[in-house]
């Protein structure tokens, strides 16, 4: 009996919440938008005069520690109510968290769109990424897009199913808005630089040990373990901490190369590259990495399941 109430309210939420992610994927509209309003709301309130640094890690650390407590308070209230109220609720939470589907489909998009035109790659692209894409060459804009599939396994999936097995759902709606957060102001532009520091380097935190898990996954399931070093290389090249090792991974087992020039909101940042081998960028490449995407998360997916089970076991 004790098994079955386990997995009812620990491993049901996740099991079903991933699945309804990939076969729906991202809501619309998606609720983490209120996430982006709120914290619209406080840049603007608080990213003035003196103190930014200070009162950006307040406003940061605020919003983390109140979407934490409050979904903790509010689900301990559905589980006094009735069990599968508290169950539907953390899987509606997993479903909103994983973002898995939606990046597929649209990167497949633009594997689509710049082999119909260039201009029409480069306006589907422009959606995924934050680089300026309006001078981008078909080259470039397939690149872009397979980097931000790495990226975007760790961030989207990997990273939440990871916060989801230690600390629940108000774990991983926590890990939503600190990733809410860098997105929003962990930039190194002159309005963010020192507003969105402490937002940037808990970000960074956060992810540190999920972005090296999902390039070990994806390792795994290519079935190429020679690989880890070539990731240990070329991972930490990169000018994030974390990005590059999904990106080092994906690299590699593409046998491609990531990185080179290109422009953020007005600057020219040189990334170094990742991988040597400079070739063209085809369809069967995208297929590839889809794939590998998909493996991962279930492999994760499978590692979460034993985690809980066996920590659920432990402390109970």
Not at 9 to 17: A, C, E, N, T
Not at 38 to 54: A, F, H, M
Not at 216 to 225: E, F, H, P, Q
Not at 274 to 300: H, P, Q
Request: hydrophobic share 50%; with cysteine; proline share 4%.
């Amino acid at each position: 009996m004790l098994a079955i109430f386990i997995l009812s309210i620990s491993l049901f939420p996740m099991l079903i919440g991933w699945i309804a992610d990939r076969m729906f994927g991202d809501p619309s509209p998606h609720p983490i938008v209120w996430f982006g309003k709120i914290i619209s709301i406080g840049e603007k309130l608080l990213n003035r005069g003196r103190l930014r640094i200070l009162k950006g890690a307040i406003l940061s650390l605020l919003l983390i520690i109140s979407v934490y407590i409050l979904t903790r308070e509010l689900l301990w209230f559905f589980r006094i109510i009735n069990l599968w109220l508290y169950i539907i609720a953390c899987t509606v939470i997993v479903f909103y968290c994983l973002a898995g589907k939606t990046l597929v489909k649209e990167v497949k998009n633009v594997f689509r769109a710049v082999d119909s035109s260039l201009e029409e790659g480069r306006t589907q692209v422009a959606r995924i990424v934050g680089r300026d894409t309006s001078s981008l060459s078909a080259q470039q804009v397939r690149a872009a897009a397979l980097e931000t599939l790495a990226e975007n396994l760790s961030d989207g999936v990997i990273a939440p199913m990871f916060w989801y097995a230690i600390f629940g759902a108000p774990g991983m709606l926590a890990y939503k808005m600190i990733n809410t957060l860098d997105s929003m102001i962990g930039y190194k532009s002159e309005r963010y630089k020192q507003f969105g520091c402490f937002a940037a380097r808990i970000d960074d935190i956060a992810n540190y040990i999920p972005a090296r898990l999902t390039a070990l996954l994806m390792i795994v399931v290519s079935g190429r373990l020679s690989l880890l070093p070539f990731v240990w290389k070329n991972g930490r090249k990169h000018a994030s901490p974390n990005s590059g090792y999904p990106e080092a991974a994906l690299a590699g087992i593409l046998g491609c190369r990531f990185g080179g020039p290109n422009v953020y909101h007005g600057q020219l940042v040189d990334k170094p590259y990742i991988g040597d081998n400079d070739r063209e960028f085809t369809y069967s490449d995208m297929l590839k990495a889809c794939t590998i995407n998909l493996e991962s998360e279930i492999l994760m997916l499978f590692i979460a399941t034993v985690f809980i089970l066996i920590s659920s076991f432990i402390f109970i």
